[in-house]
């Protein structure tokens, strides 16, 4: 045990010291964690449209200081022939544009007015939102002159996160994918490096055992991670105002497991790797394909079965979907036995895997 | 002149030496775009619901039927007790609970509006958003065939410009190229000039008949000569794999990858003008640039949807103007006139990293 907590503190010496790190360390993940968050929405607010009016129809003003009125909605201008329309879309000025037809007054009140949208679908990821918005305006404005009603009323509440705030949801992810970030990178170098400076061959004769040394590296990353996980909550909380409904005792526990599963990981990498730059690559493939298949980005339930299993493989996904259960749904732990579980088995399989694959004797 | 050649020789030695890195340099971009290529979709299928049926009448059967029969959604379970609603949520089981009003199916025949109410999972704000899109549409198709005699004639055509199918890869491929490119270019860098300093070995390079410029040159090449190969790869696995377009002109879209490589050793040249140390440098050009590169350039989430202060960020990045720059020409087919400014401001940025770089660049043994 006195060992061990005579490489702990090793360990953290050797941290502390290198002045060059310590704000990659500490400073970087909090800022990108503050900017970031800013980033990461698809929350549409402003879709730029222009109208092309083959027929010099005399309600666009009508039309205009409708979409001008909506909030969603900025009327870059109209034009009357195809080209000029198109133009705008080629050059990125517009996302859709309104096509109204020569003979649209006469029909207007008829059911056969003919309306075209041209959605710009550069952008994929709003395409379809921008569609949506813009087919619910346009049937509404048109539904004015039109008594009827739909049939069936949908109302609809969004639990959990009434104003569909992205920050609410993408801060505690993108804390989660940055504290794994760092970790990983750092224990993957952290044997290497004793490796190809050579002070591994000291270890490796002084009377320390295996477990002692894994744990050695293990335990201060842990710590340290964890510390940044807790203050990134409480960075998210009070600047954010991300709010923490679950207990916080849950978050820990499920905190120390992942860590577990991600530090064993990187040392996975990190006694197998011949150089550091080794070591960093393969934990870069590997952090990039857990960040696209964890779910935060582009969501789970959007993927084809088989990236399903993947997602479900990666112990990204299931930390993601605690942080978010407890902190938004206050979800308690009985409800969270199915991820707990995986984090364990993934935990103990890859610390023995770490612990097999550092050999003494070499 | 015969000096640089040499020294380059001796760069590609080192590299082909470690072949492990070679293998993940080629076998990276590869694996990673044909796996996002494939999974990054924004379509959701499969979301599992849960029925809160008050009315259980044959007409919200119908509708309960219409809705697990789509690929969209599959049902999970019918709810009995209105308390386990909310579990149903919270537990993760399911993403909304649709509740169906008691006289729903009692309605119509009276002219009156058949009431539902959906309870979603907000913690998701994009799924909640699609899942309310998708409802909204089979509902108003349900409507439509319960009573033909008010079918109403599609008044609205769509027609989706670009990319007609809205295919995923079109929209994830460009962004993967760029996001790829740069860190490669830019660790590789960074980490091949530091280790020179880190190990001492620059000091040699300094006394010998090469000029500093031509040291940095020569450790260049070779990964920009690696880099213009990944280049082809991914051009090549994204028209023959996911059938994208090249709807403007090869040659532009060549040179315009030429300047966006230069951009990214110039980065991996500034990162390592900063920096003696292998690890600082290796993290500042993968942890540092990852999440920035990933977010802030527009491949996933669009730049338009950004507060104003981050969309000037953003324009610092030199993927944001890479990714527009490819979506014009592959998808767009638009020529240089269009992407002037783009262009312009990636040949900036690149000319302010390599004269910081050699304004930083430290010739001399000690500061």
Redesign the interface.
């Known amino acids: 045990m006195r060992t061990l907590f005579i490489l702990i503190r090793k360990e953290l010496k050797q941290i502390f010291r ?1 002045k ?2 310590l704000p ?1 360390i500490f400073a ?1 993940p909090l800022i ?1 964690l503050l ?2 968050a ?9 879709i730029n449209v222009s109208i092309l009016d083959y027929g010099k129809n005399d309600f666009i003003p009508e039309l205009s200081s409708h979409l001008e009125y909506n909030s969603y909605f900025t009327l870059k201008g109209v034009d009357y022939d195809y080209s000029n329309a198109i133009a705008r ?4 000025q517009v996302d859709a544009i309104i096509v109204l037809n020569n003979n649209f007054v006469r029909q207007f009140n008829s ?19 921008i ?2 918005y813009l ?1 619910d305006f ?2 509404q404005y ?1 539904s004015q002159n039109n008594s ?15 104003k ?3 920050k ?2 993408m801060v505690p992810g ?1 804390l989660v ?2 504290i794994s ?2 970790s990983v ?1 750092l224990t993957a ?1 952290n044997v290497v ?1 004793e490796k190809e400076i050579g002070t591994i061959d000291q270890l490796n004769v002084s009377p320390i055992t295996k477990l002692q040394f894994i744990g050695g590296k293990l335990i201060p990353m842990a710590v340290i991670a964890l510390g940044e996980l807790m203050f990134g909550i409480a960075i998210g909380r009070l600047i954010y105002g991300i709010p923490f409904m679950g207990n916080p005792i849950t978050i820990i526990i499920f905190a120390l497991a992942y860590l577990w599963v991600m530090l064993s990981f990187g040392l996975i990498i990190s006694t197998r ?6 070591a ?3 934990a ?2 590997f ?3 857990f ?3 964890s779910g935060l ?3 789970v ?5 088989w ?1 399903n299993y ?1 997602s479900q493989a990666i112990p990204v996904t299931h930390f993601i ?1 605690v942080m ?2 407890v902190m ?4 308690p732990l009985h ?1 969270l036995y199915k991820e707990l579980i995986i984090l364990l088995a993934s935990g103990g399989l890859l610390f023995t895997l770490a612990t097999l694959g550092y050999k003494k004797t070499e | 002149m015969k000096e640089l050649i040499y020294f380059i020789k001796k760069e590609f030695l080192h590299i082909f030496r470690d072949s492990k890195s070679l293998i993940i340099l080629f076998g990276l971009p590869i694996i990673q775009i044909i796996l996002f290529g494939f999974a990054l979709t924004n379509e959701i299928t499969n979301v599992d619901f849960a029925v809160y049926d008050n009315s259980k009448s044959h007409t919200s059967q119908r509708l309960i039927n219409k809705i697990n029969a789509t690929d969209f959604f599959t049902l999970q379970a019918y709810i009995t007790n209105p308390d386990k609603m909310e579990e149903a949520l919270i537990s993760n089981s399911v993403k909304f609970v649709l509740v169906i009003d008691s006289d729903f199916a009692q309605s119509y025949p009276q002219g009156k509006q058949g009431k539902i109410q959906l309870l979603l999972d907000a913690s998701d704000p994009n799924i909640a958003t699609n899942i309310r899109a998708y409802l909204n549409n089979i509902i108003t198709d349900f409507s439509q065939e319960e009573f033909p005699s008010l079918e109403k004639s599609d008044f609205m055509t769509v027609k989706m410009f670009y990319n007609p199918q809205v295919k995923s890869a079109y929209l994830f491929i460009p962004g993967l190229m760029a996001f790829i490119l740069t860190l490669i270019s830019a660790f590789m860098t960074s980490i091949t000039l530091t280790r020179e300093k880190e190990l001492g070995n620059m000091e040699i390079l300094l006394i010998s008949p090469l000029k500093p410029y031509q040291i940095i040159v020569g450790k260049v090449i070779p990964y920009a000569i690696l880099s213009i190969i990944n280049i082809a790869n991914i051009l090549l696995l994204g028209k023959f794999v996911f059938g994208m377009p090249l709807n403007g002109s090869l040659l532009l879209l060549s040179l315009e990858s030429l300047l966006f490589l230069l951009n990214s050793l110039a980065l991996g040249i500034l990162i390592s003008s900063f920096t003696n140390s292998r690890q600082v440098a290796m993290m500042v050009a993968l942890a540092g640039l990852l999440l920035p590169t990933m977010l802030l350039s527009g491949f996933i989430f669009p730049v338009s949807n950004m507060p104003k202060v981050l969309q000037y960020f953003s324009q610092v990045i030199p993927a944001t103007h890479f990714i527009t720059i490819l979506k014009g020409i592959m998808i767009k087919g638009i020529g240089i006139s269009y992407l002037i400014k783009e262009t312009s401001i990636l040949a900036l940025l690149t000319l302010l990293f390599i004269s910081i770089s050699i304004k930083k660049f430290n010739v001399r043994l000690d500061k």
């Open positions: 290198n060059g790190m990659i970087m990108q900017i970031l800013n980033a990461a929405n698809y929350e549409i607010k402003n879309l080629d050059k990125g059911e056969e007015a003919q309306i075209q949208l041209i959605i710009n679908t550069i952008d994929g990821a709003s395409s379809g939102i569609l949506s087919s346009m049937g048109l009827s009603s739909p049939l069936i009323n949908m109302q609809y509440t969004n639990k959990f996160n009434l569909l705030d992205y609410t949801v993108i994918i940055l970030v760092i990178f170098m490096r790797a011949e150089t550091q730059q080794q960093m690559l393969i870069y493939v952090l990039v394909i960040i696209m298949f980005f582009t969501s339930e959007s993927m084809p079965t990236a993947i979907t978010r259960s938004l749904k206050a979800t409800l």
